[in-house]
Structures are given as structure tokens and as C-alpha cells.
């Protein structure tokens, strides 16, 4: 059997050796190389061409996140960011490496794990980021099923929803650059992150586009975030009911808390064909059945399009249950979104 090949990226050598001790147990892996610095790194990776790095974000003479950019640019390589810091600037390098092309995160372990579990945890994330293809594949086949727009004498939707997971934080930046500014709507967000690195997400994306970005603030009225997005914060679904935000610690739904399912679900209640809803790249199957309700409630749905996506997981699911009218490359969503809910003539939406 071969084994998939890892290289270690951590500048501590008593966290490196546990990281290989780690992975070395596992029948399936193999430490192909080791490396105590961003430079070393990026050395390593091009002549050893591993299956899967783990990396850190604090690291000498290159960080984490230069490395990431650089390997990312050069010889793309499936990346695990492992780290155990969550102060804002730490949090931020975390995201701009996600953003670079990193495809997880995992907390390095604080000693109050209950036993083995960190240990399946980083086995089972590092072999789910092997499998993730991070090459744009030019030769994907173009999706049959895409739809046109229905036919309408002006734009019809007041209210934009997007969900991502896995891939989703690049994406989300990507869509939002290409609204305008200032939003003609209010934007609804639910991304899939780790809890302990999602709390500083909302402040990081707010510097990555030109408009305002925050978490949702339960009792909110949605009528009044024209113009923003507001993002479910770590831990808590978001959801709309009588014209207000609302935030939930119900049950996780498909292993996620915050889910998309639970936003797109309340919009098609609350607010129907007013809404403009998009899945963005991710892994299983959260937001297609949220997806599917808003389409038959008249909303405009689009998901994303196999070529484009990091993990063509959710989309996939959204587009085998017809709950996509549009399946578009990433590049086109922001605009589609846009065109959507750009004011018609005498200024109606």
C-alpha cells in the first residue's frame, strides 16, 4: 500500500517530534521530512514533494503564512495549518493562509484534550487534506446544468445569503470584492471554521473588501444592515424570523454549528423570492436542503461550479437535488449576485 507522505512544518522540536510521533502510528502515513523554518520549508516541499504538509504560522526566518503564499504560487501542496495561537494578528495570519490556498486548520493540543483525541483528530485532518485537490483542473467538464436567470423587468431580490466551508474564506473574499459598494442589500454569511479560530473571522474579512463586515448581533432588525454583511458568529446558528436576526445554540445540523441549512431554511420562510442565496465550495452536504427551499419559494439559487471549487461537496449536493438555477464559476457568483439586486428604475429592487 502506498502511503501518503507528510512533511512537518514546526519550529519547536518538542511539538514537531509529537507531530511525528503522531503520524508516524498511522499505517498509512509516512514523515517524509521535517523543517524548522519557512525557508526549509519551502525547500523541502519542492524536492520532496510530499502529499500533504502541516504547517506552522509562527516560524523564523519565513513564517507560516509566507511560506504557504510561496508554495502555494510554485508547487501547490495540500496544507494543514497547525497552531495554538488566537490573538488577532495571529488569527489574521491564519486566515490570509487559508486565503493563500491552505486548505484546514487544527489547534495545536493544551493538554486538556480527553485522551487520543487530538491524536484522531490530526490524523483524520491530515488525511482529508490529501485528498483535496488544490490545482485548478483546466480540463474539468462545464456543467450541464446551467441555468439561465428567469426573465424579469427588473431585479427582484432584496436580501443576499452565501454559505462556504472548506475553501470558503478566499471565496467569500472573492464575492464580496465584486459587489458594489455601497451594498444595495444586506448580506448574510455562514462559514464553517473551527470555533477557537473563527472568533476574529468577521474583523479580518472587514479589511478584505471595501464593505462594513461584522457578526450578527441577535435581535438586530435586518432591515437596518443595508449596505453591511453580518456574519453567524463561531458556535451560534443564524437564522431570520419576524424581521429580525436571530442567534441559536439549537443542535448542531450536519455536524455544524453554525449551519447554512438554518439560514437559507428561515430566508425562504421570511423572505422568499426577495432572497438571493449562493453555495460556495465545502465539504459535505450543509445549505443544499436550505438551497432547494429557497429556490421554491422563488429566490434566486446558485452554486458553485465544480472547476472552481476546493471541495466540490455542497454545491454537488445543491446541484443533484435541483436546488441550483445557476451553477457558476467563482468569478461570475459576485457578479450574478450583484446584477440581482442592483436597484431597477426609480430606484426599486
Known sequence: MTK??????EDSITVRKRLCEVLAQDPELEVVGEAGNGKLAIDLCQTLRPDVLTMDMMLPRMNGLAATEHIMAYFPTPILVISSSYN??????TYDALAAGAVDVLEKPDGDEPEDDWERRLISSVKMVSRISVVTHLRARVNARLHALPASGRPRCRLIAIGASTGGPSAMVEVLRALPSPLCAPVLMVLHINERFGTAFAEWLDQQTPHRVAFAQDGEVLAAARGRVLMAPPGRHLMVSDGCLRLMQEPERHAC????DYLFESLASECGAATAACLLTGMGCDGAAGL???HRAGGLTIAQNEATSLIYG???????IGAA??????GEIGPALAAATTPGPGGET
Open 88 to 93: 488577532r494578528g495571529e488569527l489574521f495570519r
Open 292 to 294: 432547494l427551499r429557497i
Open 4 to 9: 501518503l507522505r507528510v512533511l512537518v512544518v
Open 325 to 330: 438555477q445557476r451553477v457558476l464559476p467563482l
Open 257 to 260: 454549528r453554525p449551519s447554512i
Open 314 to 320: 455542497m454545491p454537488r449536493e445543491a446541484v443533484l
